[in-house]
Every structure is written in C-alpha cells, then in structure tokens.
C-alpha cells in the first residue's frame, strides 16, 4: 500500500537515546527523509536519503533503513528536540508520501 | 539565502475563491519543483501537488486533483494555489517547499514557506 505508518507518540528521557519509526512498501525502493516541526513553526528536515543532515542540524540526528521500515535515531536527546517528526518519501508512480506523525516528548 | 515566503492569513466563507502565493528567492526557480503540503488543525502533512516552473508541468495528489489548481510565475518567482469555491474543510495551514531529489531516488522537501493559514468559515 502506498502509506508511511508512525508511532504517534514516544517518549525519551533527558540525555537518552530515541528511535523513530516509519513503515511502508515504498521504503522497500526509496529512503526516507525525515523532518522536525516545532509548535507553531514551519518544518525543517533533518535527515535526507540514507543518512545525511543537512548543514546546521546537529549530529545527534541519524537516519538508518532497513526493509521497509526506516528509523530516525536521536542520542543524547535534548529537551529542544521536543517535536513532531514526519516521515517522507515517494511512491512507484511518484506521488510523496508523509507518515502521520510522531510526537516527541523529552522528559 | 535560499528561502520561500507566502503571503499571509485569509480568511474567507464557504464558495469564495482564494489564491495564495509563495515567493521564491536565493536560487534558479525555474530549475526547482516547488510542492504544496497541507495541514488540518492538530493533523499531519499530507502532499497536495507539485509544479515545475520551468515549463509549468504539474501533478497532483490524487486526494486533491481537481480541487485545487497550482500555478507559477516566472517572471515573479512566485507559485500560486489556487481554490475557485472554498469549503469548511479547506481550514488549514498551506506550507510550500521547494523539492530537491539525487540519483538515487530519494527526495526531500527543503526550505519550507513560514505557512498560511486559511480559515473557512460562514
């Protein structure tokens, strides 16, 4: 099916480390791209494709893949990334896909 | 610097038509898809469509086909969407991004528009 499946909400302890998921068929052929929306703003991308971070975004963000499910990996989690985080990518005909949203809550 | 801006808060009623507008600078518009993303009150993104400014090709989300029409200006670097009889459920803040892929198939959304949000209301 062409839908990118989230947890809705996860929770990390200050300092800890998270794992945000995101399932779907299509990340069987394409990465994923991940983005960060803080309340209120705009959102941001934080990994694109394998695993690369755009300039600015800080190296505690990590993306990996495997199968059809690609993970976005926050060490030592810091209570400014409090956020919702969306999965991105395409499917077969071209058409782009968003994840439903993960809400992240640093405790 | 690369950014978008989009034009500000609407309020409208029910079959009023609307357009808003997203200007691009800081990089070749013409070379660049630029998307819509929508974003019901509390919900998620969900991708509206695309155009490519360089010879106007557009496509759709097939949720949004025929309700919403994308266009671009070259001259102004600006895109537009554009609605010709607004709903309700229109009520959402509008995010144009500009979308950049590689080789190997993957492709992303950077920057994003601050948002619009359109408010439908009778």
């Known amino acids: 099916s062409s839908e990118l499946t989230q947890d809705p909400a996860v929770s990390v302890a200050l300092g800890q480390t998270v794992r945000i998921t995101c399932q779907g068929d299509?990340?069987?052929?394409?990465?994923a791209s991940w983005y960060q929306q803080k309340a209120g703003q705009a959102p941001v991308v934080v990994v694109n494709?394998?695993?690369n971070r755009p300039s600015g975004i800080p190296d505690r963000f990590s993306g990996s893949s495997s199968g059809n499910t690609a993970s976005l990996t926050i060490t030592v989690a810091q209570a400014e990334d409090e956020a919702d985080y969306y999965c991105n990518s395409r499917d077969s005909s071209g058409n782009q896909l968003f994840g439903g949203g993960t809400k992240l809550t640093v405790l | 610097e690369v950014q978008l801006v989009q034009s500000g808060v609407e309020v409208k009623k029910p079959g009023e038509s609307l357009k808003i507008s997203c200007k691009a600078s800081?990089?070749?518009?013409?070379?660049?898809?630029i998307a819509w993303v929508r974003q019901m009150p509390g919900r998620g993104l969900e991708w509206m469509g695309i155009?490519?400014?360089?010879?106007?090709?557009?496509r759709y989300s097939p949720s949004f086909q025929g309700q919403v029409t994308i266009s671009a200006d070259k001259s102004t670097k600006t895109v537009y969407l554009l609605w010709s009889s607004l709903k309700a459920s229109d009520t959402a803040t509008y995010y144009c991004?500009?979308?950049?892929?590689?080789?190997?198939?993957?492709?992303?959304?950077?920057?994003w528009g601050q948002g619009t949000l359109v408010t439908v209301s009778s």
């Open positions: 800081g990089f070749s518009f013409a070379n660049y898809y």
């Open positions: 155009i490519y400014p360089g010879d106007a090709e557009t």
């Open positions: 299509s990340l069987r052929s394409y990465y």
């Open positions: 991004a500009r979308h950049l892929s590689n080789v190997v198939g993957t492709n992303w959304f950077d920057p």
């Open positions: 494709g394998k695993n």
